[in-house]
T-cell receptor, first 114, second 115 residues
Framework: AQSVTQLDSHVSVSEGTPVLLRCNYSSSYSPSLFWYVQHPNKGLQLLLKYTSAATLVKGINGFEAEFKKSETSFHLTKPSAHMSDAAEYFCVVSEVRNTGKLIFGQGTTLQVKP | DAGVIQSPRHEVTEMGQEVTLRCKPISGHDYLFWYRQTMMRGLELLIYFNNNVPIDDSGMPEDRFSAKMPNASFSTLKIQPSEPRDSAVYFC?????????????FGEGSWLTVV
């Protein structure tokens, strides 16, 4: 069965410094992987997705993630944090071969300090 | 393009009352999902539909919960009777089809408080 683990429940960075949000996955087949962001009192917005094409995926707002099969990881990065990046981030896995049901990680809260 | 539309956005109700949450998926999407989000359990898939047919309802917590999709543009999630532990944010989401990279699009959520 597929699963996803976000290694940090809370990450705090200073504005202008790099962001790293870590995600490991477990999947029996070739997975599709996503990062979603949720701002306070808002719905979930897709940041980026990996679907077996390029392993380095670029998303919106300067975020990117690298799929590493050998490490079963899909970490999210951004070179320079902005105050508006403060939100909850979810790593999500979906197995291509099955119905495409999404499995969410527990989320990582990103705090950006001025 | 209008996104996934949910109503009501906020609902406060008394224990024992019936609650109906509504969702209009993105036009043309074949899949519709209902998720629940709580602090304790995170995001949980309750049920999903494909072409208006319920495919997997194993996440529905108990018989008090029911979901319908009478047509391609409308779905409801009903809780009867409601209990305080049902307080959560309920998200509806939709997806075009399996070949679209499995990207699903979420609504803004329905914030339910049962007192």
């Amino acid at each position: 069965a597929q699963s996803v683990t976000q290694l940090d429940s809370h990450v705090s960075v200073s504005e202008g410094t790099p962001v790293l949000l870590r995600c490991n996955y477990s999947s029996s087949y070739s997975p599709s992987l996503f990062w979603y962001v949720q701002h306070p009192n808002k719905g979930l917005q897709l940041l980026l997705k990996y679907t077996s094409a390029a392993t380095l995926v670029k998303g919106i707002n300067g975020f990117e993630a690298e799929f590493k099969k050998s490490e079963t990881s899909f970490h999210l990065t951004k070179p320079s944090a902005h105050m508006s990046d403060a939100a909850e981030y979810f790593c999500v896995v979906s197995e291509v071969r099955n119905t495409g049901k999404l499995i969410f990680g527990q989320g990582t809260t990103l705090q950006v300090k001025p | 393009d209008a996104g996934v539309i949910q109503s009501p956005r906020h609902e406060v109700t008394e224990m024992g009352q019936e609650v109906t949450l509504r969702c209009k998926p993105i036009s043309g999407h074949d899949y519709l999902f209902w998720y629940r989000q709580t602090m304790m359990r995170g995001l949980e898939l309750l049920i999903y539909f494909n072409n208006n047919v319920p495919i997997d309802d194993s996440g529905m917590p108990e018989d008090r919960f029911s979901a319908k999709m009478p047509n391609a543009s409308f779905s409801t999630l009903k809780i009867q009777p409601s209990e305080p532990r049902d307080s959560a944010v309920y998200f509806c989401a939709s997806r075009l089809d399996r070949s679209s990279g499995n990207t699903i699009y979420f609504g803004e959520g329905s914030w339910l408080t049962v007192v």
